[in-house]
T-cell receptor
Framework: SQTIHQWPATLVQPVGSPLSLECTVE??????LYWYRQAAGRGLQLLFY??????ISSEVPQNLSASRPQDRQFILSSKKLLLSDSGFYLC?????????????FGAGTRLSVL | ELKVEQNPLFLSMQEGKNYTIYCNYS?????LYWYRQDPGKSLESLFV?????AVKQEGRLMASLDTKARLSTLHITAAVHDLSATYFC????????????FGTGTRLKVLA
């Protein structure tokens, strides 16, 4: 069966510090991968998605970047965090093809920028 | 601008009562998803609706899709406390990339 791992679960970082969040998927190959952010009490905002290694699409101009160095690894980064980067970050994956279009979410990383 | 709107945003209901959450979207799509999120937790997939007229049921929850009206409903029957959570609908408006647009969410509280 497929599983998705996200870490760390919680992170407190000072303004101006770098960020690296990692997400890995097991039990499937060539998944679509996604990074979302959820502000407190709000809905989900799609930040990045990837349909293959090295293929990253950015949805919202911001202080963040994403990379996919391996088929099942998706990394969210920032060189200098802003206060507004605080939130709940969720990684998700879906299969390829219309019949595999459900997105499955990781446990999330709660980021507080102080 | 693509919009997915849910109402109500907040819902407090007594155990045993019935209620419906509505999800309206502004773009053409024949794929709609419902998720549940418990406080501080991730999202759990509830229903996948892939065509006009699709109806799915799981326990006390039933979801339906009307693509012509661009409307999905999540009906709760005889609510119990364990259903307390935030419910999100999501629409995939772009064929092939599965880029969901999430609704605003409905925070449901079932009172014992």
């Amino acid at each position: 069966s497929q599983t998705i791992h996200q870490w760390p679960a919680t992170l407190v970082q000072p303004v101006g510090s770098p960020l690296s969040l990692e997400c890995t998927v097991e039990g499937t190959s060539n998944p679509n991968l996604y990074w979302y952010r959820q502000a407190a009490g709000r809905g989900l905002q799609l930040l990045f998605y990837s349909v293959g290694i090295g293929q990253i699409s950015s949805e919202v101009p911001q202080n963040l970047s994403a990379s996919r160095p391996q088929d099942r690894q998706f990394i969210l980064s920032s060189k200098k965090l802003l206060l507004s980067d605080s939130g709940f970050y969720l990684c998700a994956w879906s299969g390829q093809g219309v019949s595999k279009n459900i997105q499955y979410f990781g446990a999330g990383t709660r980021l507080s920028v102080l | 601008e693509l919009k997915v709107e849910q109402n109500p945003l907040f819902l407090s209901m007594q155990e045993g009562k019935n209620y419906t959450i509505y999800c309206n979207y502004s773009t053409t799509s024949d794929r709609l998803y419902w998720y549940r999120q418990d406080p501080g937790k991730s999202l759990e997939s509830l229903f996948v609706l892939l065509s006009n007229g699709a109806v799915k049921q799981e326990g006390r929850l039933m979801a339906s899709l009307d693509t012509k009206a661009r409307l999905s409903t999540l009906h709760i029957t005889a609510a119990v406390h364990d259903l307390s959570a935030t419910y999100f609908c999501a629409v995939d408006p772009t064929s092939g990339t599965y880029k969901y647009i999430f609704g605003t969410g409905t925070r449901l509280k079932v009172l014992a």
